[in-house]
């Protein structure tokens, strides 16, 4: 028999959101109702019959409610097979009841670490009674239909309406593989947490977990499936953006956003204003300005070609006059803290156009967690929040950079954080020159960088690159000194790169012989 009727249900749960709606429905489904500590009091108050789990169990509540449903009567009624004579049986005779519904939402462990809870708090938030139950019921899917959130219980009211009051096998599978994932969930999110507390950064255990947010039309490609997860990780960015307008985001406008928006992360909005525009995960244009509409502009001319189809990212709210110009091309998406009225109304007439609001930036240095599949496995390692102040810097040349070469080689060795390894970055009044991103070696990546500042030039009209008097960012070291010298031939005047490499006095020396000052950053952004 693949249709069961529920006849007995056990309520229990933290976030009570359409609870007394959904309590009644199965009320008046005839269905028997059971229930504990304030959720019972929840549903009797609106005047529905249900009977407290302790009348069940003939056991109270103890220890501030850490113990009312782990008893024998509530875990047999879940787990006991229906269909097996011996389990009836021994129900029967230990007067157990059988449990056909159980709906159970969690204490709320990731909302309270979310919130910045103190260690003892978080503790008391963690949930044993419930995924106990949630895992006996869906072991048990053959006669038990199991509830992990409101969804879930709708879609077995539901089911009863069109099937005289039973459910069918089809959705207690799917419910059951559904509990499993929750719980699974909510298991990592506290182990992860107390690793984290234990200062552990490579535990032999590790377990990932995160709930669906949408399902896209497809991956990277339209002959692969996707869809975007959220995990309880506490970061501000795409996960955390609300889509104010414009079609849904596809895979590689996440990938795309969440690069942009981390890059512009980098500047403080109390500093400058700051735009980055990003294609294909790397940027073609980033730029600092006093307005948002400066410093789109001056991203913007850095590559006026590869902005075409493009993600925005800004470090400030957007504003009308910056929405005006963005909208002049075809964007795919622009993410920012923030948007006036006027921007609002500006994209209103572009439908396509997503817009998505943070409410804030992320925090370049804070702890997270980057995973990245391979076959069989994952690699799992920290967000690179890598910082070097100035006074751990090393000028390594004769020449030393001016005050002005500084600002810029600061900003340039941001934006190169960010950019597809191998790189080279050009930046000039604290803004890209050139990029160039993701080639074999570094002297190609050179060479791209100022070709695309060449052509740049030709587009905007410009008599000279922006390369000339610039500097160069290079995110790893300089193998040899060929691309050092391609950096200078474009104009660079001064380069900031880690340093590390057998002939770092071969680059010195080209550096010197060239009249280029180097700093040395003793630390690499590989970016793969």
């Known amino acids: 028999m693949t249709n069961l009727p529920i006849k007995r249900a056990l309520i229990s749960v933290s976030d009570k959101t359409g609870l007394i709606d959904r309590a009644k429905k199965l009320s008046e489904l005839g269905v028997e109702l059971l229930s504990t500590g304030g959720t019972k009091k929840a549903i009797a108050d609106a005047g529905i019959p249900v009977k407290d789990v302790s009348e069940v169990t003939n056991f109270p509540e103890m220890m ?49 670490v979310a919130k910045g809870a103190d260690f003892h708090t978080c503790i008391e938030n963690i949930d044993i009674g419930g995924p106990a139950m949630l895992r006996a019921a869906a072991k048990n899917y053959a006669f038990v239909s199991v509830c992990t959130d409101g969804d879930d219980v709708d879609a077995v009211i539901a089911d009863m309406e069109a099937n005289n009051g039973a459910t069918t096998l089809a959705t207690r599978k799917k419910l059951c593989a559904k509990t499993y994932a929750r719980t699974g969930a909510y298991d990592a999110a506290i182990s992860n947490w107390y690793f984290e507390q234990l200062g552990e950064e490579s535990p032999e255990w590790r377990a990932f977990g995160g709930k669906r947010l949408s399902v896209m039309r497809y991956g990277e490609n339209p002959h692969q499936s996707a869809a975007f997860y959220k995990t309880p990780e506490i970061r501000t960015g795409v996960a955390t ?87 002049e091309i075809f964007t795919e998406v622009v993410i920012a803290p923030g948007a006036d009225d006027e921007a609002r ?55 030393q950079p001016t005050e002005a070469e500084w600002a810029d080689l600061f900003f340039a060795w941001r934006v190169a954080k960010h950019v597809k390894s191998n790189t080279i970055v050009y930046a000039k009044d604290g803004s890209t020159a050139g990029v160039g991103a993701g ?11 100022t070709r695309k500042a060449e052509d740049a030039a030709e587009i905007a009209g410009w008599s000279v690159p922006r390369t000339k008097g610039c500097v160069a960012a290079s995110d790893a070291f300089f193998p040899f000194p060929d691309g050092l010298l391609q950096t200078a031939e474009a104009g660079a005047t001064c380069v900031i790169q880690p340093g590390g490499s057998i002939k770092d006095q071969d680059v010195i020396d080209a550096a010197d012989e060239a009249g280029l000052a180097m700093v040395f950053t003793g630390m690499r952004h590989f970016r793969h």
């Open 64 to 112: 501030d409610g850490r113990v009312k449903t782990l008893h024998p009567v509530v875990h047999g009624g879940l787990l006991h097979l229906r269909d097996n004579d011996t389990h009836v049986a021994q129900a029967k005779e230990h007067g157990i009841e059988a449990i056909d519904l159980l709906y159970v939402n969690l204490y709320p462990f990731e909302e309270t």
């Open 439 to 449: 080639q074999m070696n570094r002297l190609d990546s050179a060479r791209i960088a």
């Open 345 to 399: 109304e500006i994209f209103k007439k572009k439908k396509n156009l997503r817009l998505l609001l943070t409410d804030g930036l992320a925090d370049p240095r804070a702890p997270g967690v980057f995973m990245k599949a391979v076959a069989g496995g994952l690699l799992v390692q920290d967000q690179d929040r890598g910082f070097v102040a100035r006074e751990d810097m090393k000028v390594v040349t004769k020449k």
């Open 241 to 327: 953006a609300e889509l104010i307008q414009g079609k849904a985001l596809s895979y590689n406008n996440i990938n795309d956003t969440d690069a942009a928006f981390e890059l512009v992360s980098e500047f403080p909005a109390d500093d400058k204003a700051a735009v980055a525009i990003i294609k294909h995960a790397n940027p073609c244009g980033v730029a600092l300005g006093d307005t948002p509409l400066d410093a789109y502009l001056k991203a913007y001319d850095c590559d006026r070609t590869s902005a075409f189809g493009g993600i925005v990212a800004l470090n400030r709210p957007l504003t009308g006059e910056t929405a005006s110009k963005i909208t």
